[in-house]
């Protein structure tokens, strides 16, 4: 079984930051990527960034220069370290670990943390 942990959302004023964490335990290998994603009321659920095990990155052109993510290979957990933040970036979000079973993609998601970025 798999798990997957999310941790740090919250609320914040326009300007702040806030920083997500998300743990993946459990029977569970070569987990590549692993990212976050966010879901806005009334959108679809996009893709904030991800990162791959050897450090190559990705990010939606909205975070780019504000949002960093990074990752802790040996304990599989990636965070999200979120600057600037502006009420557009309010949605919830959510982690996501991807592996291989058996020549198939896996996808494994955490619950959601809920961000809000006050005005």
């Known amino acids: 079984q798999v798990q997957v942990v999310e941790s740090g959302g919250g609320l914040v004023q326009a300007g702040g930051s806030l920083r997500l964490s998300c743990a993946v335990s459990g029977n569970i290998f070569n987990v590549n990527p692993m990212g976050w994603y966010r879901q806005a009321p009334g959108k679809q659920r996009e893709l904030v960034a991800n990162?791959?095990?050897?450090?190559?990155?990705n990010y939606a052109d909205s975070v780019k220069g504000r949002f960093t993510i990074s990752r802790d290979n040996a304990k599989n957990t990636v965070y999200l370290e979120m600057n600037s933040l502006e009420p557009e970036d309010t949605a919830v979000y959510y982690c996501?670990?991807?592996?291989?079973?058996?020549?198939?993609?896996?996808?494994?998601w955490g619950q959601g943390t809920q961000v809000t970025v006050s005005s």
């Open positions: 990162i791959f095990s050897g450090g190559r990155t």
């Open positions: 996501n670990a991807i592996t291989i079973v058996r020549g198939l993609q896996v996808d494994y």
